[in-house]
């Protein structure tokens, strides 16, 4: 049995964090009628995802799919093209088609003005009917949202809203290029319970430059107060290869990998002192949350929104980079916005990207999905036999030794230890991780 350090050290390596399966880094080409196609069989019920890259000020860990423009009116062009994509679907959208879940991230959605979010749920609405139980979502930037965006969004119907907290340190903020002043995130979310807002989530980071558990501990006492129902805390991830800004990091310095460790293992501590059931490996939610009561009862789902209780409708997918699923088909929208736009301009799908998901794939989706979502597996219940898998429990013989993962004939559980983990131990039965040739042959 091996010291936490040694753990890190051998297992803490980056590993897919699995919100599709297969990951996205493998979509290969589909044409737009297949989006057409799969578009008709689908629905009548849809959740929709909506993008807007735009943010006024890069914070210098993103990771995201980005535009830096301090020109708002940029977004009254996005939103016609928001619009005008979703026009391009309409002759394919079964009858009776209903929006029950709309999300709207980004890059920034409160980067639109007031009356342009208006003009766009008002133009999808116009076109997928809101069910009577609909579900609006917002990502919100704390920076930059003004009162008048949160009472739009509530006027809307928005009840959810997640803050892109990170860290309420000045001296953080100040080396992330992400200033605001520590009491604003208290003050949107009183204002939007006031409002309505029944979901409240907060996104931290650990892994920041200057982060030590005291500054961390500070920040967490600032949210531990507002209580918000939801949290995740996500581990920057440092690409400087893929996001040249992040070089600005390594200027001040950045934590190592212990160091990290233990700043999420302060964040569980408190989080889960605090009242909070920890969901999956980097959410957290109060006890009577539908998020922890899923988890409880087994019915916890994964998709690119995260850990979430509702992945089985499909999702269709508005704006650059967007990604959407239609049955058994994955679509990946061009990721340039301007390339995007381009497309939608000229009548034309913008996608990029996708994938048909086969029986194969669905059966180890269904794999990965229990370790992620429940810890545990039973081959029986995903379609496969420990004989099929056997050079894969081979490679798990490191996670048995070090009393991570309790294995059985019948499946394999991950046990406490292993929970920090999971990604690596789900990587294992990752067929186009494990046979990086194969995928090249099925895209
Ligand atoms: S607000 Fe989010 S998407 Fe925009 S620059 Fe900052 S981290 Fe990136």
Same mark, same amino acid.
């Given at each position: 049995?091996?010291?936490?350090?040694?753990?890190?050290?051998?297992?803490?390596?980056?590993?897919?964090?699995?919100?599709?399966?297969?990951?996205?880094?493998?979509?290969?080409?589909?044409?737009?009628?297949?989006?057409?196609?799969?578009?008709?069989?689908?629905?009548?019920?849809?959740?929709?995802?909506?993008?807007? #890259?735009?943010?006024?000020?890069?914070?210098?860990?993103? $990771?995201?799919? @980005?535009? /830096?423009?301090? =020109? +708002?009116? !940029? *977004?009254?062009?996005?939103?016609?093209?928001?619009?005008?994509?979703?026009?391009?679907?309409?002759?394919?959208?079964?009858?009776?088609?209903?929006?029950?879940?709309?999300?709207?991230?980004?890059?920034?959605?409160?980067?639109?003005?007031?009356?342009?979010?208006?003009?766009?749920?008002?133009?999808?609405?116009?076109?997928?009917?809101?069910?009577?139980?609909?579900?609006?979502?917002?990502?919100?930037?704390?920076?930059?949202?003004?009162?008048?965006?949160?009472?739009?969004?509530?006027?809307?119907?928005?009840?959810?809203?997640?803050?892109?907290?990170?860290?309420?340190?000045?001296?953080?903020?100040?080396?992330?290029?992400?200033?605001?002043?520590?009491?604003? #995130?208290?003050?949107?979310?009183?204002?939007?319970?006031? $409002?309505?807002? @029944?979901? /409240?989530?907060? =996104? +931290?980071? !650990? *892994?920041?430059?200057?982060?030590?558990?005291?500054?961390?501990?500070?920040?967490?006492?600032?949210?531990?107060?507002?209580?918000?129902?939801?949290?995740?805390?996500?581990?920057?991830?440092?690409?400087?290869?893929?996001?040249?800004?992040?070089?600005?990091?390594?200027?001040?310095?950045?934590?190592?990998?212990?160091?990290?460790?233990?700043?999420?293992?302060?964040?569980?501590?408190?989080?889960?002192?605090?009242?909070?059931?920890?969901?999956?490996?980097?959410?957290?939610?109060?006890?009577?949350?539908?998020?922890?009561?899923?988890?409880?009862?087994?019915?916890?789902?994964?998709?690119?929104?995260?850990?979430?209780?509702?992945?089985?409708?499909?999702?269709?997918?508005?704006?650059?980079?967007?990604?959407?699923?239609? $049955?058994?088909?994955?679509?990946?929208?061009?990721?340039?916005?301007?390339?995007?736009?381009?497309?939608?301009?000229?009548?034309?799908?913008?996608?990029?990207?996708?994938?048909?998901?086969?029986?194969?794939?669905?059966?180890?989706?269904?794999?990965?999905?229990?370790?992620?979502?429940?810890?545990?597996?039973?081959?029986?219940?995903?379609?496969?036999?420990?004989?099929?898998?056997?050079?894969?429990?081979?490679?798990?013989?490191?996670?048995?030794?070090?009393?991570?993962?309790?294995?059985?004939?019948?499946?394999?559980?991950?046990?406490?230890?292993?929970?920090?983990?999971?990604?690596?131990?789900?990587?294992?039965?990752?067929?186009?991780?494990?046979?990086?040739?194969?995928?090249?042959?099925?895209?």
């Amino acid at each position: 049995m091996q010291g936490r350090h040694e753990l890190i050290a051998r297992y803490g390596g980056p590993a897919p964090r699995y919100t599709s399966y297969p990951t996205a880094n493998l979509f290969g080409p589909i044409e737009p009628g297949d989006t057409r196609e799969a578009l008709r069989t689908a629905g009548p019920d849809f959740r929709v995802y909506v993008h807007t #890259p735009f943010c006024q000020k890069l914070c210098w860990y993103c $990771g995201c799919n @980005t535009v /830096i423009r301090r =020109d +708002l009116d !940029v *977004g009254e062009s996005h939103v016609d093209h928001l619009l005008a994509e979703l026009d391009l679907l309409r002759p394919d959208l079964p009858a009776g088609a209903r929006i029950r879940r709309l999300d709207m991230g980004g890059g920034t959605p409160n980067f639109l003005r007031p009356d342009a979010l208006e003009r766009l749920v008002h133009g999808i609405e116009a076109v997928l009917e809101p069910s009577d139980d609909r579900e609006y979502a917002s990502e919100i930037d704390p920076r930059t949202v003004k009162n008048a965006h949160l009472q739009t969004f509530l006027d809307l119907g928005f009840r959810r809203f997640s803050l892109g907290v990170q860290t309420l340190e000045p001296v953080v903020q100040e080396a992330v290029n992400r200033q605001m002043p520590r009491d604003r #995130p208290g003050e949107i979310v009183r204002f939007l319970r006031r $409002g309505g807002a @029944t979901s /409240i989530n907060f =996104d +931290l980071m !650990v *892994g920041l430059p200057l982060q030590t558990t005291e500054t961390l501990d500070r920040t967490l006492g600032t949210v531990l107060d507002i209580a918000p129902d939801r949290l995740a805390v996500f581990q920057y991830a440092h690409i400087p290869s893929m996001r040249p800004a992040q070089k600005l990091l390594e200027r001040v310095g950045l934590p190592d990998m212990a160091a990290r460790d233990a700043l999420m293992q302060h964040a569980v501590e408190r989080l889960t002192q605090a009242g909070y059931t920890r969901i999956g490996f980097d959410h957290f939610a109060q006890k009577s949350d539908p998020l922890a009561v899923a988890q409880r009862e087994g019915r916890l789902g994964r998709d690119f929104q995260g850990f979430t209780t509702d992945d089985h409708m499909d999702l269709i997918a508005l704006g650059p980079s967007a990604i959407g699923r239609l $049955g058994d088909l994955y679509t990946q929208n061009q990721r340039d916005p301007g390339l995007w736009a381009e497309h939608v301009a000229a009548g034309r799908l913008p996608v990029l990207r996708g994938w048909h998901l086969s029986a194969d794939d669905k059966r180890h989706a269904a794999l990965i999905h229990a370790l992620m979502c429940r810890h545990r597996v039973r081959w029986a219940d995903v379609g496969f036999t420990a004989a099929e898998l056997s050079d894969r429990l081979e490679r798990l013989a490191p996670f048995l030794e070090d009393g991570l993962v309790a294995l059985s004939e019948e499946g394999l559980d991950v046990l406490p230890a292993g929970r920090d983990f999971v990604r690596q131990i789900a990587a294992i039965f990752d067929f186009y991780l494990t046979n990086p040739n194969a995928h090249a042959s099925v895209a």
